[in-house]
């Protein structure tokens, strides 16, 4: 395992300034560096060092470190303002020799030795513990990005004047305001992109839209949607600057950010204030107007890989990699290889495993969101490919081991406490429970604390509106993803709330576009495209071409969340159709095409108020808020007390009919006084049949009837689709009988 691991920021990595002022610290860790040389900066780029210092090893840490007094860096050095700075390491393949010089090969042995090691002193490395980044790597003044490669063909050459720079700053004590305590089962969350955001919104100010500014400004308008949580996409550092040097050509675009350069630094590009320390105080500055909007900011973090990325040239895979910061500090340490530590073990398809396994590598994870949750405010986490988090060994393996107490998993939940059920302090914990091949597929295994991207919700729910016919998809198994997939997530002591339910996500279709293609359309010329990659299974279809249908099928997936145990999300446009013209892999696309759109003709208006007042009912409602399995008719035909399942019939459904693969409408009750809810009983009624459906209707309750809140048929458009509270439509009392469309929902309350 290596080094023990140590409590949340026991070493104090980084470049801090001690409680005066008066010293600058630097301390990296490297337990293969046979020297690390900290190097001094005036500027952030183009220029060279002012200071190039040598620092020493503490052999029981493994830590190296150097303390230089501010007098000395504004006399000795001359840097009166910023203080820029980038490692420079020695190591087995690449020993220390006197005489060797930027941009010389003196001292090269191999690029990889049979220890893993991948030194190279030619290359400016990042800090793992910088709080900022002065710039990309490639800028329009550093376009050569062969300048941090290993291999023949470039290990000579000198990235320090273009790399990115560390930014030593100061502690920032700004407000990020008070953090919403709310249960996680009470959230709405809405997945969107920062930049994306506000970059094509004419009322944001010009210099601020695409920002952490600009965003500020959407509190109110989400917070009026019934958004709860917003979730970014990733926002610490990733190369990104080029993106709109040359629009028409994406192949090299990084719009998503899933390419990290450091896990404590917010992108500068989403600043308006770019100057040293100004992301830091403008991420703040928003995430208190969220706060105060009593929304919660979450964000989405790319812990499974890095953006050094995999091998890049040469055929033999081992020359030629790029060393920006961990790989040319401690590459076994920070990355999963293979058994003879030639080359990356991949489960990623992006350049190969991040470590979690090592004690090290954990502490940064560790670290790191421990920064973003003190400091930065965050209030909850999304983990892309998570499985690579329970990844119970180093090199030569991959093994997801929920059990396995060493894993990243299982040690975040000890550290970083997620949030009571009841809610609370604490962190909002959610996985992306897949990465590629192994066993990493694991919905519904992660340990205890930890929400999950609910994969089998989305697919089952899809394959029922949009496969007929082709996809067979039971009544019981709608039922268990309706009442919070408790066979995924009860049998090891979760909870209804621990199931994400999607109906998309950034990564495929948006939800207009997965009921108006059959196919994505990713080949399009820019703006719309082209894209590579993107899934082909997409479980979509265009409803025959047929646009009332189209907009149907959008309204009732919409439904499916907002009426399910669970906690909703909902991607950023979903509540106007926002279309991406049916680009499924828009990860390269930073163009107004794949930006929300804030003008609204009458139909997006229209979806925007559905959207709006289901969202409403949804929070207006405890019983579809569940902290617990509901108590009720099991997949087994187990009658209860709190949810009951209907044929449309009116008979209660059992075993037989749950199981019935010719069967495709399903009903239930859910008992309104068991969760202190304002209506005393709530009926959903899905039609998944191609053609109509009568449903008799159960029991209201003693001297109650049942009034329409919403059926999503193409007869019921326009701006109250939704009735607002009061205004619902009288339908009738028990056996009454209601007649639904095709593959249209019904929502009932008794009155």
Same mark, same amino acid.
């Given at each position: 395992?290596?080094?023990?691991?140590?409590?949340?920021?026991?070493?104090?990595?980084?470049?801090?300034?001690?409680?005066?002022?008066?010293?600058?610290?630097?301390?990296?860790?490297?337990?293969?560096?046979?020297?690390?040389?900290?190097?001094?900066?005036?500027?952030?780029?183009?220029?060279?060092?002012?200071?190039?210092?040598?620092?020493?090893?503490?052999?029981?840490?493994?830590?190296?470190?150097?303390?230089?007094?501010?007098?000395?860096?504004?006399?000795?050095?001359?840097?009166?303002?910023?203080?820029?700075?980038?490692?420079?390491?020695?190591?087995?393949?690449?020993?220390?020799?006197?005489?060797?010089?930027?941009?010389?090969?003196?001292?090269?042995?191999?690029?990889?030795?049979?220890?893993?090691?991948?030194?190279?002193?030619?290359?400016?490395?990042?800090?793992?513990?910088?709080?900022?980044?002065?710039?990309?790597?490639?800028?329009?003044?550093?376009?050569?990005?062969?300048?941090?490669?290993?291999?023949?063909?470039?290990?000579?050459?000198?990235?320090? %004047?273009? %790399?990115?720079?560390?930014?030593?700053?100061?502690?920032?004590?700004?407000?990020?305001?008070?953090?919403?305590?709310?249960?996680?089962?009470?959230?709405?969350?809405?997945?969107? @992109?920062?930049?994306?955001?506000?970059?094509?919104?004419?009322?944001?100010?010009?210099?601020?839209?695409?920002?952490?500014?600009?965003?500020?400004?959407?509190?109110?308008?989400?917070?009026?949607?019934?958004?709860?949580?917003?979730?970014?996409?990733?926002?610490?550092?990733?190369?990104?600057?080029?993106?709109?040097?040359?629009?028409?050509?994406?192949?090299?675009?990084?719009?998503?950010? #899933?390419?990290?350069?450091?896990?404590?630094?917010?992108?500068?590009?989403?600043?308006?204030?770019?100057?040293?320390?100004?992301?830091?105080?403008?991420?703040?500055?928003?995430?208190?107007?969220?706060?105060?909007?009593?929304?919660?900011?979450?964000?989405?973090?790319?812990?499974?890989?890095?953006?050094?990325?995999?091998?890049?040239?040469?055929?033999?895979?081992?020359?030629?990699?790029?060393?920006?910061?961990?790989?040319?500090?401690?590459?076994?340490?920070?990355?999963?290889?293979?058994?003879?530590?030639?080359?990356?073990?991949?489960?990623?398809?992006?350049?190969?495993?991040?470590?979690?396994?090592?004690?090290?590598?954990?502490?940064?994870?560790?670290?790191?969101?421990?920064?973003?949750?003190?400091?930065?405010?965050?209030?909850?986490?999304?983990?892309?490919?998570?499985?690579?988090?329970?990844?119970?060994?180093? @090199?030569?393996?991959?093994?997801?081991?929920?059990?396995?107490?060493?894993?990243?998993?299982?040690?975040?939940?000890?550290?970083?406490?997620?949030?009571?059920?009841?809610?609370?302090?604490?962190?909002?914990?959610?996985?992306?429970?897949?990465?590629? =091949?192994?066993?990493?597929?694991?919905?519904?295994?992660?340990?205890?604390?930890?929400?999950?991207?609910?994969?089998?919700?989305?697919?089952?729910?899809?394959?029922?509106?949009?496969?007929? /016919?082709?996809?067979?998809?039971?009544?019981?198994?709608?039922?268990?993803?309706?009442?919070?997939?408790?066979?995924?997530?009860?049998?090891?002591?979760?909870?209804?709330? @621990?199931?994400?339910?999607?109906?998309?996500?950034?990564?495929? !279709?948006?939800?207009?576009?997965?009921?108006?293609?059959?196919?994505?359309?990713?080949?399009?010329?820019?703006?719309?495209?082209?894209?590579?990659?993107?899934?082909?299974?997409?479980?979509?279809?265009?409803?025959?071409?047929?646009?009332?249908?189209?907009?149907?099928?959008?309204?009732?997936?919409?439904?499916?969340?907002?009426?399910?145990?669970?906690?909703?999300?909902?991607?950023?446009?979903?509540?106007?159709?926002?279309?991406?013209?049916?680009?499924?892999?828009?990860?390269?696309?930073?163009?107004?095409?794949?930006?929300?759109?804030?003008?609204?003709?009458?139909?997006?208006?229209?979806?925007?108020?559905?959207?709006?007042?289901?969202?409403?009912?949804?929070?207006?409602?405890?019983?579809?808020?569940?902290?617990?399995? #509901?108590?009720?008719?099991?997949?087994?035909?187990? $009658?209860?007390?709190?949810?009951?399942?209907?044929?449309?019939?009116?008979?209660?459904?059992?075993?037989?009919? !749950?199981?019935?693969?010719?069967?495709?409408?399903?009903?239930?009750?859910?008992?309104?006084?068991?969760?202190?809810?304002?209506?005393?009983?709530?009926?959903?009624?899905?039609?998944?049949?191609?053609?109509?459906?009568?449903? $008799?209707?159960?029991?209201?309750?003693?001297?109650?009837?049942?009034?329409?809140?919403?059926?999503?048929?193409?007869?019921?458009?326009?701006?109250?689709?939704?009735?607002?509270?009061?205004?619902?439509?009288?339908? =009738?009392?028990?056996?009454?009988?209601? /007649?639904?469309?095709?593959?249209?929902?019904?929502?009932?309350?008794?009155?």
């Amino acid at each position: 395992m290596g080094e023990a691991r140590a409590a949340i920021d026991t070493q104090q990595l980084g470049a801090r300034y001690d409680a005066s002022q008066s010293n600058l610290n630097f301390r990296v860790y490297s337990s293969r560096a046979t020297r690390i040389e900290v190097w001094l900066y005036k500027t952030a780029s183009g220029a060279q060092e002012v200071a190039r210092l040598s620092m020493t090893k503490d052999a029981a840490t493994q830590v190296w470190s150097k303390s230089v007094a501010t007098s000395t860096i504004k006399t000795s050095y001359g840097i009166t303002g910023t203080v820029y700075y980038g490692y420079r390491a020695w190591g087995p393949n690449w020993p220390y020799d006197a005489a060797w010089s930027k941009g010389s090969g003196t001292g090269f042995v191999s690029d990889v030795d049979n220890a893993g090691n991948r030194f190279n002193p030619n290359k400016l490395l990042i800090d793992p513990y910088a709080r900022e980044l002065s710039q990309d790597p490639n800028t329009a003044a550093c376009a050569d990005g062969t300048i941090y490669a290993s291999g023949a063909s470039h290990r000579n050459k000198d990235s320090g %004047a273009c %790399a990115s720079k560390s930014v030593a700053l100061p502690a920032d004590t700004s407000s990020i305001g008070s953090k919403p305590t709310r249960a996680l089962k009470d959230e709405v969350i809405y997945e969107v @992109h920062v930049r994306g955001l506000t970059r094509n919104d004419a009322s944001v100010p010009a210099a601020e839209r695409g920002t952490y500014a600009g965003a500020a400004r959407k509190a109110a308008y989400l917070a009026g949607l019934g958004v709860t949580a917003v979730e970014f996409l990733p926002v610490q550092e990733a190369q990104n600057d080029q993106n709109d040097v040359d629009p028409a050509s994406t192949a090299n675009d990084n719009y998503w950010g #899933y390419m990290t350069l450091n896990y404590f630094a917010p992108d500068r590009r989403y600043a308006a204030d770019k100057s040293a320390g100004g992301p830091t105080r403008e991420w703040k500055a928003m995430v208190k107007a969220f706060h105060d909007a009593g929304i919660k900011v979450y964000i989405d973090v790319v812990y499974n890989h890095t953006g050094e990325g995999g091998p890049w040239g040469g055929s033999d895979g081992l020359s030629v990699y790029n060393l920006l910061s961990w790989r040319g500090l401690d590459n076994p340490a920070y990355y999963s290889l293979t058994a003879d530590l030639k080359y990356p073990w991949d489960n990623t398809g992006v350049g190969g495993n991040y470590n979690t396994r090592h004690s090290v590598a954990q502490n940064l994870i560790v670290d790191s969101l421990a920064y973003w949750r003190d400091t930065l405010g965050v209030d909850g986490f999304r983990f892309d490919l998570a499985s690579v988090l329970g990844n119970s060994c180093q @090199h030569g393996c991959f093994n997801f081991d929920k059990s396995d107490a060493g894993n990243a998993l299982n040690r975040i939940v000890a550290e970083l406490p997620p949030r009571p059920a009841a809610g609370g302090a604490g962190l909002d914990l959610i996985a992306e429970p897949w990465a590629i =091949g192994g066993n990493s597929y694991q919905v519904g295994n992660f340990p205890a604390g930890w929400a999950e991207w609910n994969g089998l919700y989305r697919d089952a729910l899809r394959k029922k509106q949009n496969k007929l /016919g082709v996809e067979v998809v039971t009544p019981g198994t709608l039922a268990s993803r309706f009442a919070g997939s408790s066979d995924l997530y009860g049998d090891d002591g979760r909870k209804p709330w @621990h199931s994400i339910n999607f109906m998309v996500a950034h990564d495929g !279709f948006t939800l207009n576009d997965l009921y108006a293609y059959n196919d994505k359309q990713n080949n399009q010329p820019w703006p719309y495209g082209p894209s590579d990659g993107g899934e082909d299974h997409n479980l979509s279809w265009d409803q025959a071409g047929v646009v009332l249908e189209q907009r149907k099928a959008a309204r009732t997936g919409l439904a499916f969340m907002m009426l399910s145990a669970g906690v909703p999300m909902i991607t950023g446009g979903d509540e106007v159709l926002r279309t991406q013209f049916g680009n499924n892999n828009t990860y390269n696309l930073d163009s107004a095409a794949n930006w929300l759109y804030w003008t609204r003709d009458s139909i997006e208006a229209d979806h925007e108020t559905y959207s709006k007042r289901l969202i409403a009912f949804r929070k207006a409602h405890p019983a579809l808020r569940p902290a617990n399995f #509901y108590s009720g008719m099991d997949g087994n035909g187990n $009658v209860m007390e709190q949810l009951r399942w209907f044929k449309p019939d009116g008979a209660q459904a059992d075993a037989a009919y !749950f199981n019935g693969s010719g069967n495709h409408a399903i009903a239930w009750r859910v008992d309104g006084s068991e969760f202190a809810d304002p209506a005393s009983a709530i009926y959903v009624a899905y039609n998944g049949w191609s053609g109509p459906v009568n449903f $008799v209707l159960p029991w209201p309750g003693n001297g109650k009837q049942w009034y329409r809140v919403t059926d999503t048929a193409t007869w019921n458009e326009g701006p109250n689709t939704v009735a607002p509270p009061g205004s619902e439509t009288l339908i =009738g009392g028990e056996n009454a009988t209601y /007649g639904l469309q095709a593959r249209s929902l019904l929502l009932l309350i008794a009155k």
